[in-house]
């Protein structure tokens, strides 16, 4: 049993040193020191051994599986190592090569000019208030003098939900939702960007979907003078010093009087061409005095209360101050587009 037990660690030791993967190694442990493995198959025959033998075959046994575990433990740490080294080679970072280029993004044209009219109104004491983009008939129409049946209704064409909720058509429903929470007992001054929605056709002028900002002042004795001076500063700010205004009559439910708001042209200076056809203005947004009936509707009492009230599209805005001549160039995620903006 002696020589076996030598035999056995002889062949185990040989075939450890042959191994050159971890299934080697494995399958190794398993066929000599496994439940049914060589080492255990002879040490089941130590019952036929005399009491003066088995002392000795049992130390002789030991001493075989403790030398065949070393050369297993031994084998698997210089293949561990050896399979480390192979993978810090490969993986090897030559630091002196120059790094990859890193493309930041900056932020989207939209972005940029509602921060910037943001910027500007919130520096003339005005709040900036948001509101749901699904809105109730009664804040985006009644609220705001549109009564059912309406005529004025047909100016935008609405995607309904139900019969009592729809997309908003406008921004103005914050408006009339900020008046009703303040319950005509102080005065209001805001701006409030956001989304609408309107049943349109897509081309290169309108989009079913586009953005507003619409502005709010109420107080005491405010005038259509407080609305034409915050305007010249408005336009004077988004398109240059040199730019001038001008007032033409209008019709809006919701204010009394209403008017329409042009900038002198920028490329012709007010002299026409072709952008502001000939006739040296652009129209960039719609405003007016806040009708009584709304004011009352509110809670304001309009024997007490005046307000004005202005409404523009960010895509206009953003259009006719950087010179872009499509309106779904601000959609399409063109990055050849949006390349150019990243320091506006």
């Not at 129409?141 to 909720?165: G, S, Y």
């Not at 408005?234 to 010093?241: H, R, W």
Request: aromatic share 8%.
């Amino acid at each position: 049993m002696k020589e076996e037990l030598h035999t056995i660690r002889d062949e185990a030791i040989a075939s450890v040193e042959e191994a050159n993967d971890m299934k080697s190694l494995q399958d190794l442990k398993v066929k000599y020191l496994g439940k049914k493995g060589s080492l255990t198959i002879v040490l089941r025959g130590m019952g036929k051994l005399s009491k003066e033998e088995r002392p000795v075959v049992g130390e002789i046994a030991n001493q075989v599986r403790e030398q065949i575990t070393a050369a297993l433990d031994q084998k698997t740490e210089k293949i561990e190592e050896e399979a480390l080294n192979e993978k810090l080679e490969k993986e090897t970072i030559d630091v002196t090569l120059p790094g990859n280029q890193v493309h930041i993004g900056g932020k989207h044209l939209l972005t940029s000019v509602v921060e910037e009219i943001e910027d500007l109104f919130i520096g003339m004491g005005y709040e900036v208030k948001e509101g749901p983009e699904v809105e109730t008939d009664y804040f985006n129409f009644e609220a705001l003098n549109l009564p059912k049946d309406h005529p004025a209704r047909d100016m935008q064409d609405t995607f309904f939900i139900t019969n009592e909720l729809l997309l908003r058509t406008q921004t103005s429903p914050v408006q009339a939702r900020t008046m009703q929470a303040y319950n005509g007992e102080k005065p209001i001054k805001m701006i409030c960007p956001g989304k609408v929605y309107r049943r349109d056709t897509d081309d290169a002028t309108h989009s079913h979907q586009f953005r507003q900002i619409e502005g709010l002042v109420i107080d005491k004795n405010i005038t259509l003078s407080d609305l034409k001076g915050t305007l010249d500063i408005f336009a004077k700010n988004m398109f240059g010093e040199d730019r001038e205004i001008r007032l033409r009559p209008s019709f809006f439910p919701f204010t009394e009087p209403s008017v329409e708001m042009d900038v002198s042209c920028k490329v012709c200076s007010g002299q026409g061409c072709s952008v502001c056809k000939q006739t040296g203005w652009i129209e960039i947004l719609g405003g007016g005095m806040v009708h009584p009936r709304v004011l009352e509707m509110s809670g304001y009492d309009p024997k007490v209360y005046s307000g004005f009230a202005f409404g523009m599209g960010q895509e206009r805005i953003a259009m006719l101050k950087y010179g872009v001549n499509d309106i779904r160039h601000f959609y399409t995620n063109d990055i050849r587009f949006l390349n150019q903006f990243h320091q506006a």
